[in-house]
């Protein structure tokens, strides 16, 4: 199983990938760890003409602090957010959610701007960034611009990103407190969760709840006004709308959501 | 797109599709036919080589994304002079395959393993092999297979 024909081309700057992007229109699709691309393109799902790999583009692989902040670079593989001791002191979070994408191989190529810009809801990273609140920084033809995570998810396979703009960085505000947890259900290891649940500091992010990942507001409200971890996990499928699939319908997986809550806000109280 | 990949030491340079596959590369242009294509979506962890010393899903890599890049398959793990490699042998040691199709993959996982993880626990030898799927053996021999391997690097 190959994917259909295109033409590939090497982007060896950032500059020099959105200019291959401009001339690629429409049918150009950067390519990074090429671990959600490939294989739907083995599909036929994406037929994109022109893919431009940006995966040797080693100046966007990084962890880094940054004026209070957490910077990690667009290109930075799972395995090395998992192994990063910055985020095991300051983003526990962070690491041990990379840590369960996939398998060992597929975190040695997938990067985390590619699962974000892939903006697939069964993915973990993009509800780990809602929950940590987090900045994605994009260039593009027009300079660069930064978006708010709320703002980056849009849609199933759907992001804020323009056509020709390129995620380069994460900003992660250092947490206030060290109350975290991700809860992760599947069958096998190396499936995407069924529900997962990523909490820090009080904010709650849901993975496969819908066709985007969601913040459970309704919990965080439950929390903000004084309920107990249990009381306010009640509400994680509030304003949901998760699917049904071969793995379990909407209603078990909103049962999902309520038991891995529960379990999150518990994990995160004893860690806070 | 004329592709160069070292692969086990020697160069191997061809001229490709831009579509060719590491897995179909290694197999037709190399001539190396061990790496299986097993399931061909990047579940099953036949296809498994070390690209730079990092194991990866050789059908889910572009030969492309391997150019000017170093390839271990199964076949460069042996000395020249024919040894097996430590992995290779406890698997033969300890039984740890049975039909043999996944098993290129699983050493290849396992030699990735001990690289990162010298002396792992039964544990992490489990998860560590999360990638890869086994039909035959229910995977104990093979988990015993690299704890034994482990054991003989690190003496």
Redesign the interface.
């Known amino acids: 199983m190959i994917p259909a024909a295109f033409s590939y081309q090497r982007a060896g700057s950032v500059d020099e990938a959105l200019a291959l992007a401009a001339d690629g229109g429409d049918d150009a699709k950067f390519l990074a760890g090429g671990h959600s691309l490939l294989p739907l393109m083995k599909l036929r799902l994406a037929v994109p003409e022109v893919l431009i790999d940006i995966g040797r583009l080693s100046e966007l692989s990084y962890v880094r602090a940054d004026n209070g902040a957490i910077a990690v670079g667009a290109l930075t593989s799972y395995h090395d957010l998992a192994r990063a001791s910055l985020l095991a002191r300051e983003l526990p979070l962070l690491a041990e959610a990379a840590s369960q994408v996939g398998d060992p191989q597929v975190r040695h190529r997938g990067t985390i701007g590619g699962s974000l810009a892939h903006a697939d809801p069964a993915a973990d990273l993009p509800a780990v960034v809602l929950a940590l609140d987090a900045v994605l920084v994009a260039r593009g033809p027009s300079g660069e611009r930064q978006i708010a995570a709320a703002d980056f998810f849009q849609g199933l396979f759907e992001s804020a990103l323009e056509p020709g703009e390129l995620l380069t960085e994460i900003r992660i505000p250092r947490p206030a407190a060290a109350g975290w947890s991700f809860q992760k259900f599947t069958k096998r290891a190396i499936d995407w969760a069924i529900v997962g649940v990523a909490v820090q500091d009080r904010r709650v992010a849901l993975v496969n709840m819908g066709q985007q990942p969601v913040r459970a507001s309704a919990v965080e409200q439950a929390l903000a006004s004084g309920a107990a971890p249990r009381d306010a996990a009640v509400f994680a499928a509030e304003g949901t709308s998760p699917p049904d699939d071969l793995n379990g319908d909407a209603r078990y997986r909103a049962h999902l959501a309520r038991v891995l809550t529960a379990r999150a806000l518990d994990e995160a109280a004893s860690r806070g | ?1 004329k592709v160069s990949v070292t692969v086990n030491g020697n160069p191997v340079t061809a001229d490709v ?5 590491l897995a ?1 590369f290694v197999r037709e242009q190399a001539g190396l036919t061990a790496t299986n294509v097993g399931c ?4 099953c ?1 036949a296809c ?1 080589v070390l ?1 730079d010393g ?4 050789s059908c ?3 030969a ?2 391997a ?1 000017g890049r170093a390839v271990t398959t199964v076949e460069g793990l042996a000395s020249v002079d024919g040894e097996l490699h430590p992995v290779q042998q406890a698997f033969r040691a300890e039984h740890g395959l049975q039909c043999g199709f996944c098993t290129p993959g699983m050493v290849m ?1 396992a030699v ?2 001990l690289a990162e993880n010298p002396s792992p626990t039964e544990e992490e030898v489990r ?2 092999l ?3 799927l086994c039909r035959c053996t229910g995977y104990h021999n093979i988990v015993r297979a690299i704890l034994a391997a482990s054991k003989e690097q690190v003496s």
């Open positions: 797109m599709p831009d579509r060719t596959l179909h061909d979506t990047s579940s962890g498994t690209l990092q194991s990866v899903k889910t890599v572009l492309a994304q150019d996982a990735s393993l998860l560590g999360e990638g890869n």
